[in-house]
């Protein structure tokens, strides 16, 4: 069974950072491009982030490009989520997710269980 | 982008009768190499990450009750829980996934009338 723990969030100040985790179990994690999907309390999803199974391709929503950074450790199995000149609006759930066919962009069969980042003074 | 536009925004259904979601893409997202609607479905509950019904427009996921169907083709697409039980109250998102940024539709609340 596919397992996705995040972990990460928290209270942030506007202007601040934080770094996401996501801890993959239950697959070969190398095998398969992986995403970071976020929901702002009560409204719908928003796709944010995508990376390649080595790492070497990333890939942005415009509304977080050149803020957020998306990395991976395939050998401790996790994905990581920098999120930088943190905004009120960055409020959100962030989900690490898979994609079924190991394309980033695909539906995804697997979600992490979510850590909310609160971004407030 | 590909806006992904869903109706309604919510629904009450009695239990055991039919609910529909529609879902229109702003463009095509059928593929031409291989004849696939690059759609999705998922049900979200209160405090929980989604869960993946649909793909490819009409394939269920294993494990999701067969009264969870999923149609159409082009830009129209229509999610159908043929008879809607209790634990079928959620939300409901379609998603395109021909593209980046792939899109999310805005969600279709359903409850039980």
């Known amino acids: 069974e596919v397992q996705l723990l995040v972990s990460g969030g928290g209270l942030v100040q506007p202007g601040g950072s934080r770094r996401l985790s996501c801890s993959a179990s239950?697959?070969?994690?190398?095998?398969?491009?992986m995403t970071w999907v976020r929901q702002a309390p009560g409204k719908g999803l928003e796709w944010v982030s995508g990376i390649s199974k080595s790492g070497d391709s990333t890939y942005y929503a415009d509304s977080v490009k050149g803020r957020f950074i998306i990395s991976r450790d395939n050998s401790k199995n996790t994905l990581y989520l920098l999120l930088n000149s943190l905004r009120a609006e960055d409020t959100a759930i962030y989900y690490c997710?898979?994609?079924?066919?190991?394309?980033?962009?695909?539906?995804?069969?697997?979600w992490g269980q979510g850590t909310l980042v609160t971004v407030s003074s | 982008d590909i806006v992904m536009t869903q109706s309604p925004d919510s629904l009450a259904v009695s239990l055991g009768e039919r609910a529909t979601i529609d879902c229109k893409s702003s463009q095509s997202i059928l593929s031409s190499t291989n004849n696939r609607e690059y759609l999705a479905w998922y049900q979200q509950k209160p405090g929980q990450p989604p869960r993946l019904l649909i793909y490819w427009a009409s394939t269920r996921e294993s494990g999701v009750p067969d009264r969870f169907s999923g149609s159409g083709s082009g830009t129209d697409f229509t999610l159908t829980i043929s008879s809607l039980q209790a634990e079928d109250v959620a939300v409901y998102y379609c998603q395109q996934y021909y593209d980046t940024p792939q899109t999310f539709g805005q969600g279709t609340k359903v409850e039980i009338k």
């Open positions: 239950g697959l070969t994690f190398s095998n398969y491009d």
């Open positions: 997710a898979r994609p079924r066919d190991g394309y980033f962009r695909g539906y995804f069969d697997s």
